[in-house]
T-cell receptor
Framework: KQEVTQIPAALSVPEGENLVLNCSFT??????LQWFRQDPGKGLTSLLL?????REQTSGRLNASLDKSSGRSTLYIAASQPGDSATYLC??????????FGKGTTLSVSS | NAGVTQTPKFQVLKTGQSMTLQCAQD?????MYWYRQDPGMGLRLIYY???????DKGEVPNGYNVSRLNKREFSLRLESAAPSQTSVYFC?????????????FGPGTRLTVT
């Protein structure tokens, strides 16, 4: 059974810092991996989708990498801003029929 | 495009009452999903529908029923609500296939059962 783990559960950084969020999954037979952002009391916003054949995807200050063989993905946020404060969720789509989610990393960026 | 829409946004029920959560998408997606999100548990799949006319159980289906009314709409029904069903419910959709298809989520329904 696929399990997705996100470390750390919470992270606090000062504005301007570069940071890395980690995601690991137990079954490497995945089709893609998706990173989401969730603001308090809100829905999920898709940030990046990495196909299993890709190593990384970039969008603005965000860069997501995927190492399928080791079952790991990282989300790199450059020059963090207070507006980046949110919960970041990692999810994998594999042999099952739906995304399997990690429990998220709650990020707080202070000004 | 409105994307994925859900109604209602908030609901309070008494134990034993029934209700239906509505979900619709206008992206012509074949697959639709219902998840629940609880503190410390992450998002868990309740039911999904791979195409119009088909539905299957997910990880936590007990106490729920679903209907895929047509390609656009996928509803979730609580027949006899219990306090354990207090949660935030998200509907999602995606195109069929295993490739580079993003999954899109609705804004959620916040349900409290007293």
């Amino acid at each position: 059974k696929q399990e997705v783990t996100q470390i750390p559960a919470a992270l606090s950084v000062p504005e301007g810092e570069n940071l890395v969020l980690n995601c690991s999954f137990t079954d490497s037979a995945i089709y893609n991996l998706q990173w989401f952002r969730q603001d308090p009391g809100k829905g999920l916003t898709s940030l990046l989708l990495i196909q299993s054949s890709q190593r990384e995807q970039t969008s603005g200050r965000l860069n997501a990498s995927l190492d399928k063989s080791s079952g790991r993905s990282t989300l790199y946020i450059a020059a963090s801003q207070p507006g980046d404060s949110a919960t970041y969720l990692c999810a994998v789509f594999g042999a099952g029929t739906a995304l399997i989610f990690g429990k998220g990393t709650t990020l707080s960026v202070s000004s | 495009n409105a994307g994925v829409t859900q109604t209602p946004k908030f609901q309070v029920l008494k134990t034993g009452q029934s209700m239906t959560l509505q979900c619709a998408q206008d992206m012509n997606h074949n697959s639709m999903y219902w998840y629940r999100q609880d503190p410390g548990m992450g998002l868990r799949l309740i039911y999904y529908s791979a195409s119009e006319g088909t539905t299957d159980k997910g990880e936590v289906p007990n106490g729920y029923n679903v209907s895929r009314l047509n390609k656009r709409e996928f509803s979730l029904r609580l027949e006899s609500a219990a306090p354990s069903q207090t949660s935030v419910y998200f509907c999602a959709s995606r195109p069929t296939g295993t490739g580079s298809y993003e999954q899109y989520f609705g804004p959620g329904t916040r349900l409290t059962v007293t």
